[in-house]
């Protein structure tokens, strides 16, 4: 086996800023390729977030060194097993890592890999939103009316023009679903319930919020807060793996998973399975990534209620083509590749 990892910088369509990180225009992600010696290519992506200590030179630092001849597409459970083994893994390495072993070990039963986890995948059936992140009111407008094709629009709160942004998104036609995403934006409980008292009260096409409060807010503060909202709250940074879940079911409604939190697909189905067994409402999420991650959640799009698989429409130069969204939609109809990720790699212009 041969692996190979490189640092890809996206460039971002608009600014983005959250409630919790500084605005920026472009965003570092890392690229893997795996090959073994029957030339299948499989392929994975690590894109950390500095939100939970990690970083591009990290995962580079961890991957460059690693001794792939432990890692094969015919032994899942085995390699990641030795992966697990390893001390100080970054989630995000863990990820990528998981991602290409699955692309491999579905390409060689020559199956999408949707199939291959024994989950197949409803075309025309799966919505993602589209986020707008926090900028000015003025701005907010000119980018919802730039997204006129997505049905579903998550906005980004936790700003002090937050009343002004969500005027400004409605006054953008036409009406749409809206989720609100406040990235632990409100600090106590108190601050939390009138923000969600305020939402409810001047919007009735609000879907939910994600994660009002910060992810270290006493169990206390999350009881009290999800016993009183007048909307469905969904767990984010409190939610990483299947170890959060017991967690998440006293605080929340619902939860959004992240390949890069749970470190790979493996993780991640398990952890929507137990979300839902729990009696959890499930979302897919995503950070800023190339159509690799986005296309590799999709494949798990069966196990989820709502979809927020956009970071690829957020950039200007993804460098693989795989699962589209025209109109919201989520469709592998067009990909070249049938088998694995269904991704193939873009040539440079």
Not at 180 to 205: F, P, S
């Amino acid at each position: 086996m041969k692996l190979s990892a490189r640092s890809y910088e996206l460039q971002l369509a608009n600014p983005w800023k959250i409630a919790s990180t500084k605005g920026c225009t472009t965003h570092r992600t890392v690229l893997v390729e795996l090959m073994d010696a029957d030339g299948i290519h499989a392929y994975g992506e690590a894109a950390p977030s500095a939100l939970y200590g990690e970083s591009v030179e990290g995962v580079l630092n961890f991957l460059q060194p690693l001794n792939a001849q432990r890692l094969s597409f015919s032994d899942i459970p085995g390699s990641m097993n030795y992966l697990e083994s390893l001390p100080g893994i970054p989630d995000a390495a863990k990820c990528a890592l998981n991602v290409a072993l699955l692309d491999g070990a579905a390409k060689r039963e020559g199956k999408p890999l949707y199939d291959y986890l024994g989950l197949g995948f409803r075309e025309g059936h799966h919505l993602t939103s589209f986020t707008i992140g926090i900028d000015t009111p003025e701005m907010i407008r000119a980018k919802v009316v730039a997204a006129a094709q997505y049905p579903v629009i998550k906005l980004k709160v936790g700003d002090p023009r937050d009343r002004e942004n969500l005027a400004a998104l409605r006054s953008a036609p036409p009406e749409k679903a809206v989720r609100v995403d406040a990235n632990e934006g409100w600090k106590t409980k108190e601050e939390a319930l009138r923000m969600l008292e305020w939402l409810a009260a001047t919007d009735t096409h609000i879907q939910f919020v994600e994660q009002p409060m910060p992810r270290d807010a006493a169990e206390s503060d999350l009881i009290w807060l999800k016993a009183r909202s007048p909307l469905p709250l969904f767990a984010d940074e409190s939610c990483h793996t299947v170890q959060d879940i017991p967690r998440c079911a006293i605080g929340f409604h619902g939860v959004n998973v992240k390949l890069v939190k749970t470190g790979g697909i493996s993780m991640a189905h398990e952890t929507l399975q137990s979300a839902r067994n729990a009696g959890l409402k499930t979302m897919i999420g995503c950070m800023l990534e190339t159509s690799v991650l986005i296309s590799a959640a999709a494949h798990l799009a069966e196990l989820a209620d709502h979809l927020d698989l956009d970071g690829n429409l957020l950039i200007t130069n993804d460098s693989f083509a795989g699962v589209m969204a025209e109109k919201g939609v989520l469709s592998f109809a067009a990909a070249q590749e049938k088998c694995g990720l269904r991704v193939t790699p873009r040539r440079p212009e």
